[in-house]
């Protein structure tokens, strides 16, 4: 399977190639010729298997034949519940827009930033990528209206309704016309996704691809056993020994993540926070910052962490372990993605024995362990 037979034209084919995506994702070999036959689709995929593009490029071609809307009439509409990942979908967009001969112009709105910019931007915007609050509170100023929108995209439609935006998509949907193509992307088919596809989507074609597995074959998991006092020093220690100059850790709270940073920065490690209660501007010159190399280590709780999406990513700590396996599933497969080999490892102390016991079990594989004691952290 190549990206030329999936019906894409040469201009986006030409952004393709350019990037180096040798051959589609089985979400986009599969996902793309329906989508772009006018279908609604139901995909089932993770972060990470690919599926922006999956929505974007069928987006684009079919927007592109289309006559443009009205001004402040948006003809897409993605659905996504985090800013991070409005910001991220919205450059995939751009990315390949800019090949078009039409010019198709696109945005990201999402809260906790001020709304004037937003509503200003949003002049002439023909695809429009925003969390659900912020949205409806454009429709309620009249900076946008969702009555000529032919696309609709919910992507992590699992998250969406776990973060609690039931109520408000549900307003969104009255507020779009009924004859829409809608595109679902969910990592779990669970009851309340399944509830969504009934009211949503029409005869949908559905796409399900085990990234998980195919993921974690790229991932070298390790544990190490710690107690608690060690765990900064072995930290940094093991930054130091395996030269690492990308590495993700997670925390399982904000002042935990920042109490981190500040171990680090002070033995000379370049780290930087990224948690709910920092600012927008501050979250995204972190996220750029760890994505460009400025920095080496980006601390992050897991809600702040959804949709953190670097390509060849090495390493990834869990310097505290997350309370469910799938949240340890998720963690670890921001590493080994796009085929290029990445190392997990967790720290674990005496009181997470079993949990991390019953982590490995719901995965199936068990993790090598290595006894820390014998490790020398004097400096660290
Ligand atoms: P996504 O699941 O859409 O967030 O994509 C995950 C990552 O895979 C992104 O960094 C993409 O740039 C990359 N990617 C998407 N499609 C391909 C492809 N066909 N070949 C290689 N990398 C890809």
């Not at 949003?122 to 032919?150: F, K």
């Not at 998509?169 to 009924?178: N, T």
Request: net charge neutral; proline share 4%; glycine share 6%.
């Amino acid at each position: 399977m190549s990206f030329s037979s999936l019906g894409l034209s040469e201009s986006l084919l030409k952004v393709i190639q350019q990037q180096n995506y040798t051959k589609p994702f089985p979400i986009q070999a599969q996902a793309i010729p329906v989508a772009l036959q006018g279908r609604d689709v139901l995909g089932i995929a993770q972060t990470g298997s690919g599926k922006t593009m999956s929505f974007v490029l069928p987006i684009l071609e079919l927007l592109r034949k289309a006559s443009p809307s009205r001004n402040r009439h948006v003809g897409a509409l993605v659905l996504v519940p985090t800013r991070e990942l409005a910001i991220q979908v919205e450059e995939v967009v751009r990315l390949f827009s800019a090949a078009l001969s039409e010019r198709i112009k696109s945005l990201a709105v999402y809260g906790g930033v001020s709304i004037n910019p937003q509503m200003i931007k949003m002049q002439g915007v023909e695809i429009l990528v925003a969390t659900p609050g912020r949205l409806l509170d454009l429709v309620s100023s009249n900076a946008v209206s969702l009555s000529e929108v032919r696309m609709l995209v919910l992507d992590e439609a699992d998250k969406m309704l776990n973060l609690g935006f039931r109520d408000e998509m549900a307003d969104i949907f009255k507020l779009l016309p009924e004859k829409r193509q809608n595109l679902l992307f969910s990592a779990t088919l669970s009851k309340e996704v399944l509830n969504l596809n009934e009211i949503l989507l029409y005869d949908p074609v559905v796409v399900k691809v085990e990234a998980q597995e195919q993921n974690l074959d790229n991932i070298t998991q390790l544990a190490y056993y710690v107690t608690p006092e060690r765990k900064g020093p072995l930290l940094r220690y093991l930054i130091d020994q395996e030269n690492m100059e990308q590495v993700l850790i997670f925390v399982s709270e904000t002042m935990r993540a920042d109490a981190v940073v500040v171990k680090l920065r002070q033995n000379g490690i370049k780290a930087v926070a990224l948690h709910g209660k920092l600012s927008q501007g501050a979250r995204t010159r972190a996220l750029a910052d760890f994505k460009e190399g400025r920095i080496t280590a980006l601390v992050a709780t897991d809600l702040a962490s959804r949709g953190i999406d670097i390509e060849y990513l090495p390493y990834v700590i869990n310097y505290e372990l997350p309370r469910s396996p799938k949240d340890y599933i998720h963690r670890i497969g921001r590493t080994g993605r796009a085929e290029a080999p990445g190392t997990a490892i967790s720290l674990v102390c005496e009181e997470d024995r079993h949990h991390f016991k019953v982590i490995q079990k719901k995965m199936g594989r068990w993790v090598n362990f290595t006894y820390t004691d014998d490790i020398n952290l004097q400096g660290f």
